[in-house]
Nanobody
Framework: EVQLQASGGGLVQAGGSLRLSCAVS????????IAWFRQAPGKEREGVAC????????VYSDSVKGRFTIASDNAKNTVYLQMNSLKSEDTAVYYC?????????????????WGQGTHVTVSS
C-alpha cells in the first residue's frame, strides 16, 4: 500500500524558516511527480511545488517562487519543502501528494494519493 506521511509543521515567526518532510512508502518514487499543496481556512487547496526526482524537474507557484525549495532524497524516499522568508499568508495546512502522471504540475485534480496534512502557522 502506497502511503505519504507529511511532517515538520509548526509555529514560526514571519521571516523565519521551516522544512517539511514527506515520507513515501510502498513505492520507489523516482519517476513519480510528488507535490506539496496547502489549504488555508476558507480557501481552496493551492498547489505549491512539485518535483520529479528522476530528472530533478521542479515547478513552483508564483506565490512561493524564490522562497520555497522542493527537493528529494531517493535513498530515504522522502521529499522535502524548505520554506524560507515565511509570511503570514503562508499559514495553512500543508499536504503532500502523488500525481497520477510523471510530469511536474500542481493541479490538485491530477493528484490521486494524498497524505495527511501538517499545520504551518506564521505569526506576524
Amino acid at each position: 500500500e502506497v502511503q505519504l506521511q507529511a511532517s515538520g509543521g509548526g509555529l514560526v515567526q514571519a521571516g523565519g524558516s521551516l522544512r517539511l518532510s514527506c515520507a513515501v512508502s510502498g513505492l520507489t518514487f523516482g519517476n513519480s511527480a510528488i507535490a506539496w499543496f496547502r489549504q488555508a481556512p476558507g480557501k481552496e487547496r493551492e498547489g505549491v511545488a512539485c518535483i520529479v526526482s528522476d530528472n530533478d524537474d521542479t515547478v513552483y507557484s508564483d506565490s512561493v517562487k524564490g522562497r520555497f525549495t522542493i527537493a528529494s532524497d531517493n535513498a530515504k524516499n522522502t521529499v522535502y519543502l524548505q520554506m524560507n522568508s515565511l509570511k503570514s499568508e503562508d499559514t495553512a495546512v500543508y499536504y503532500c501528494a502523488r500525481s497520477r502522471g510523471t510530469s511536474v504540475q500542481i493541479r490538485a485534480d491530477q493528484y490521486a494519493l494524498w497524505g495527511q496534512g501538517t499545520h504551518v502557522t506564521v505569526s506576524s
